[in-house]
Structures are given as structure tokens and as C-alpha cells.
């Protein structure tokens, strides 16, 4: 709202042009509806101009006659919301589905015999309390048991998407977890991490459980959206910035990447006859020609209807290994866009990168806490033992060690002339001792509600909210220690 208003008018150019070129059957808005930033990036609040502004696109563009609008909040939406009655939850006001859906809901959408089902995840804390401790999400007894009703129901459909803010890195939840809970859907589709700063910038892994996980990255500075589509049972897509044009998703044969070998039906790809591709654009296409691997002569694609392009194919030829299908599409203007997809015929995988997996596949809470726990044994631990055997050489029980003069002799004797000092030693332990046990501050956690910040979590309004990223900041400040424990090294062993 403060620093970029393009961002409004780009989703009305998408509710507008690009709902219109690609006339999807239901839209996925998964999160971070507002960005809820102060205007100097420190604060955070709901500010209902952004709410309006969302509001207002839907409803000039009139996109929810167009499509089927599936919106879910994300932590953005939950900054300093005290409950999901409260008049600060926007969400539940401004939204499309706010108003019919407390939390977590599903959607079935039938075509023709086919049935595919969606379903919300809400992750959000609640109460929600301001930056920088809600990051992580949470689902309770009641959400999980909700979404194992939806689960059970959805096994009756012939593909379920499951849809959400949070990755299941990012999601502390009830056993047997999340990922479990999902295992039977094809996909499911997040936000948040969007590319880690631009580090990963396609984050994508396939859990243990045999769920796809597709992370995407945002609208918000990177103009990103995803098209998706089934095409006999496979499940396909491409992630595209706003703007660029034509848009070609391959539908078969598959990215070899992202086959489900135990959920789609991988045979249909070798005993099909023709390769299908949709290609969207405002612009009329006038040229859609594959070939493979880079080598011989284009093909032209004969289009059958709307966006689907085709041509027949010899799905033998490529029995064996990974092979490359090349994709041209060419508009009328002469704006054209080649893409390039792997794809396997039996059943050779390629392997996921390793960024995306640790992003994806980890638990954040996890990984935070073992960090956490780490840094603050480092801190404290060595000054303990030095301290114990200071005290057994005083007494005549432990014959005085001799140092050697290297690095590590040097840093030992340093140590252990810090911990003889009562005035230095005793604040060095204690202090990241009490980061473990005592609160960092108490405050206004939500605005008008008092609550208090501790490592495990944070406590507003009698609820403990298992934020966890508090590991993380606890994390930074007992480095920050260590660094500063370096510091003083130096004088202190000089002085001695």
C-alpha cells in the first residue's frame, strides 16, 4: 500500500486480461492478501485501505462471475488480529470466502463425470499477534480433526489439490502431522517462502508421503502466478510472471520431474497418440510446432479447441532415459515464447534440488530449536566445566593444566582466566541460560492485549502460541554473544 501502487492495478490487469485469456475453472489465492506493513517495514497492522483496494478489484472486474475464487489468509492477514470475530480481522469482511468459512474449508467442483476437490488449509495463529512473531503456523486439535474430515471426504474424488499459506515446513500440527494428513491429495499448493529472497527460486520437492509440495513465489515484488491443469488424470503446470505472454503448459507428456508414479496414471502417457499442449494468450496464436531433444525438423500442432493444441507423436521413440520436448508458440503480432520440458517414459527420475528440499522437507520448528539449544550449550557449557575444574585445582584435587602456545592453547587459557572472574563468568552463564526459561519482553503483543515473549513461544490472552521462530531470534542473539564473548578475550587475557 505504501510503496508500490502498481501492485493494485496489475491484479486488476490479472482479474481482467489474464482471468479472461486463460478462463480458469476456480483461482487459488493462497495468502498474504494484504501485505499489512507499516510504511517504514518495521510495524505491522491491518490497514483497511488494502482490504478495500482487494475488494474493490474483485468487484469491478467482476472476476467472481468469471471463475471460481478460492481465497485463504496468510500471516500478512493475521498481523495484530486478536481472533477471527474480531472487527480487525479484514479477512473475514473483505474476501471472498471470509464470509463463508470461519478457517479451513473445501470445495468440490465437478466437470462433467469427473469430481476435483480443494481444500484451504488456515494455518494462521490465533490470536495473531504483530511482527516478528508470527511467522510460523499452527493448527490445533479441532483444525486437524476438521481437515481429516475433509481428507476422508475427498477420497471420493478423482483429484485433490490441497491449498494454503504456510509450506508443511512451516506448520506445527498434531500427529501424525500435516504431511501425513495429505497424503492422499495430488498436490499441495503454498506461499510464504515464496523464493527465500530470490535463493530458490523453484521451490519444489515430493514429501515422503508421495505428496507434490509446490511452493510459489509472490505476487507482491515478483508478479508470479501459477497455472494448473488435469489432463486424464495428470497433474501439470507452469509458474509464469504476470505479463509474459503466451503462456504453454505441456499436459503430455508429463514432466518427468514431477510424475506421481502410486497417484497419476503414468501408463496413459505411453500408449497415447498425441502430444497435447495448452497455450494462452489475449493475443490470437497462429503457430504451435514441437520437436524433441533439439534435433530435426519442427512440427506444426493442430488446435482442437480453445487453448488445446495437439499433434500426433510415436510415444516408442523415446521408450528409454529422459528426453527434452521443445515448445514454440507464436501470437499474431510475432511475440512468440519457446519452452523446453523433460519427460520420461520409464519411469527414470530426476532428483529435486537440494535447497528446495531442505526448505520444504524439514520442520522449521526443528530446525530453530536444535540450532537454538546448540548455540546457547556453546555459550555456557565450556564456562561450566572450566569454572568446575578451577575450583578442583584450588582445592589441590585436579593438577593445574599447562596450555600450549597455539590458537587453541591461547583460547583455552583465555577461557579459563574469563571464568575465574566471579563479576564476568556468573552474567556470561546465566544470561543465555535465562533465554531458555524467562521472557525476552512483556508488551502489547496485539494491540490492547498484554502478553508475553519466551523462546517456546508466545503467551496473550491465556494462549501459548507454539510461534517457534523465537528460536530463531534467540538463535541470532546468542551469537551475537559468542561474537562479543570473543571480544573481551583479548583484554582480559592481556590484563591477566
Same mark, same amino acid.
Given at each position: ?6 501492485? $493494485?492495478?496489475? #491484479? ?15 483461482? #487459488? ?9 507499516? /510504511? ?40 495484530? $488480529? @486478536? ?12 474476501? +471472498? ?56 471426504e475427498s477420497r471420493e474424488s478423482n483429484g485433490t489439490i490441497w491449498f494454503g499459506h504456510y509450506p508443511t515446513s512451516c506448520i506445527i500440527s498434531p500427529k501424525p502431522g500435516i504431511r501425513n494428513l495429505m497424503h492422499s491429495g495430488t498436490a499441495y499448493l503454498c506461499g510464504h517462502l515464496h523464493t527465500l529472497g530470490g535463493m530458490v527460486p523453484n521451490m519444489y520437492t515430493i514429501q515422503h508421503s508421495g505428496l507434490l509440495e509446490l511452493e510459489l513465489g509472490d505476487w507482491k515484488d515478483n508478479r508470479m502466478f501459477? +497455472?494448473? /491443469? ?22 503430455? @507428456?508429463?514432466?518427468?520431474? *514431477?510424475?506421481? @508414479? ?15 499442449? %495448452? ?16 534435433? &530435426? ?16 507423436w510415436d510415444p516408442s521413440s523415446f521408450s528409454s532415459g529422459v528426453h527434452n520436448i521443445h515448445v514454440y508458440a507464436e501470437e499474431i503480432t510475432g511475440n512468440f515464447r519457446e519452452t523446453v520440458q523433460p519427460f520420461s517414459l520409464d519411469g527414470t527420475r530426476l532428483s529435486f534440488q537440494l535447497l528446495p528440499r531442505i526448505a520444504l522437507m524439514t520442520h522449521a520448528q526443528h530446525v530453530f530449536h536444535g540450532f537454538f539449544i546448540s548455540f546457547v550449550v556453546v555459550s555456557a557449557l565450556p564456562f561450566i566445566l ?28 583465555? %577461557?579459563? $582466566? ?7 563468568? +556468573? @552474567? ?5 541460560? !535465562? ?12 494491540? &490492547?492485549?498484554?502478553? /508475553? ?18 528460536? *530463531? ?7 551475537? !554473544? ?15
Open positions: 500500500m505504501f510503496h508500490d501502487p502498481d501492485r $493494485v492495478n496489475h #491484479l486488476k490487469e490479472f482479474c481482467d486480461v489474464t482471468i479472461d485469456a486463460i478462463k480458469p475453472e476456480v483461482v #487459488l489465492a493462497s495468502g498474504d492478501l494484504a501485505d499489512g506493513k507499516a /510504511a517504514d517495514h518495521m510495524g505491522s497492522n491491518q490497514y483497511i485501505e488494502e482490504w478495500r483496494a482487494y475488494k474493490q478489484v474483485l468487484e469491478e472486474t467482476k472476476v467472481v462471475e468469471k471463475t471460481i475464487w478460492l481465497d485463504i489468509r496468510g500471516n500478512h492477514d493475521n498481523f495484530n $488480529v @486478536p481472533g477471527v470475530s474480531s472487527g480487525r480481522s479484514f479477512f473475514h469482511q473483505f474476501s +471472498v470466502q471470509g464470509g463463508k468459512h470461519t478457517r479451513s474449508y473445501m470445495q468440490t467442483i465437478s466437470k462433467g463425470y469427473e469430481k476435483y476437490t480443494f481444500i484451504a488449509v488456515d494455518a494462521c495463529l490465533e490470536p495473531g499477534p504483530r511482527r516478528p512473531f508470527n511467522f510460523i503456523g499452527n493448527i490445533n486439535k479441532d483444525q486437524f480433526a476438521l481437515l481429516s474430515s475433509f481428507e476422508k501459477r +497455472v494448473a /491443469a488435469f489432463d486424464h488424470g495428470l497433474f501439470s503446470f507452469v509458474d509464469v510472471i504476470h505479463g509474459q505472454w503466451p503462456v504453454i503448459l505441456v499436459t503430455n @507428456p508429463k514432466h518427468a520431474l *514431477f510424475s506421481l @508414479p502410486n497417484k497419476e496414471p503414468l501408463n496413459l502417457i505411453t500408449s497415447s497418440s498425441h502430444i497435447r499442449i %495448452l497455450v494462452f494468450s489475449p493475443q490470437t496464436i497462429q503457430n504451435v510446432r514441437v520437436r524433441f531433444n533439439n534435433e &530435426g525438423n519442427w512440427v506444426d500442432c493442430q488446435n482442437i479447441e480453445g487453448p488445446l493444441y495437439v499433434t500426433m572450566i569454572r568446575i575444574l578451577h575450583i578442583l585445582v584450588k582445592g589441590n584435587k585436579f593438577l593445574k593444566p599447562t596450555f600450549s602456545n597455539n590458537f587453541l592453547g591461547n583460547s583455552l587459557r583465555r %577461557l579459563w $582466566v574469563l571464568a575465574t572472574i566471579n563479576r564476568l563468568c +556468573v @552474567p556470561l552463564v546465566l544470561y543465555p541460560l !535465562y533465554l531458555t526459561i524467562g521472557p525476552w519482553f512483556i508488551g502489547e503483543v496485539i494491540e &490492547g492485549h498484554i502478553g /508475553a515473549s519466551f523462546a517456546w513461544g508466545t503467551v496473550v490472552d491465556w494462549t501459548v502460541l507454539p510461534t517457534s521462530f523465537t528460536y *530463531f531470534y534467540g538463535t541470532i542473539q546468542v551469537n551475537f !554473544y559468542l561474537h562479543l564473548l570473543l571480544l573481551v578475550h583479548q583484554p582480559i587475557h592481556a590484563n591477566n
